[in-house]
């Protein structure tokens, strides 16, 4: 039992290392060619946890051997737009001034029904509001809204303001986190001042965040 539990926790090290080595990407939505190397790196990283007669280096070789394909493909599909379409495909639209492409829904065999189901999530749920919707290479529906559908925006009101900046993380569970302080030119002496102030310690912020105009926001770790 020890044997299979040391095989699957080195074998789980070397697919997640070479997941991070293949792209954050591969943590969200999968290209073609993506989806097809995370099945096979998983199916031959199980062989050796299931079989414990099959050596260790032949299932980490082919791993490597996967994942450096991938890598290979990325950079030619990045130097060249026809490998990047041959391999992943192009984009399609499919509502296009309103109307449905239904022609091209059958081609790429996406029925109404995962049509409405994709708006849907988009927080679309009357067609009637759609001017444009592409599927993207990765099945998702991006969509582009009617003008008199579209929520109103500050551009549309004549209203002028400061582009917003999001907060950093400051202090985490009574831990600081000093790099975010460099984020937005902050001190250690503001941190210092501003602890002061809320008679509060590193050590008692749960969470502490604080954008570039220095407003911040402090969560107290429950007693």
């Known amino acids: 039992m020890l044997v299979v539990f040391f095989r699957a926790v080195f074998l789980y090290i070397v697919v997640i290392f070479s997941l991070r080595l293949m792209g954050k990407r591969q943590l969200g939505e999968l290209q073609p060619s993506e989806l097809v190397i995370t099945i096979l790196i998983s199916n031959i990283a199980s062989l050796p946890v299931e079989d414990t007669s099959i050596p260790m280096i032949l299932g980490t070789i082919p791993v490597f051997v996967l994942v450096g394909f991938e890598i290979i493909l990325s950079n030619l599909s990045l130097r060249s737009k026809r490998f990047r379409s041959f391999l992943s495909g192009k984009p399609v639209i499919v509502i296009h001034d309103g109307q449905i492409d239904q022609k091209e829904l059958r081609r790429i065999r996406f029925s109404i029904d995962d049509l409405m189901e994709s708006l849907r999530q988009s927080g679309i749920f009357d067609l009637r ?42 202090i985490s569970d009574g831990q600081l986190v000093k790099s975010a302080l460099s984020v937005y030119s902050l001190s250690e002496d503001w ?28 969560i107290e770790r429950e007693r």
């Open 129 to 170: 509001d759609v001017q444009y919707a592409i599927v993207e290479t990765t099945g998702t529906v991006s969509v582009m809204q009617k003008f008199s559908a579209q929520p109103v925006t500050s551009e549309m009101l004549g209203i002028s303001g400061e582009e917003p900046s999001p907060p950093s993380v400051i």
């Open 191 to 218: 941190l210092r001042e501003i602890l002061r102030k809320e008679h509060l310690r590193i050590r008692d912020i749960f969470l502490m965040t604080a954008d570039v105009q220095k407003n911040y926001h402090i």
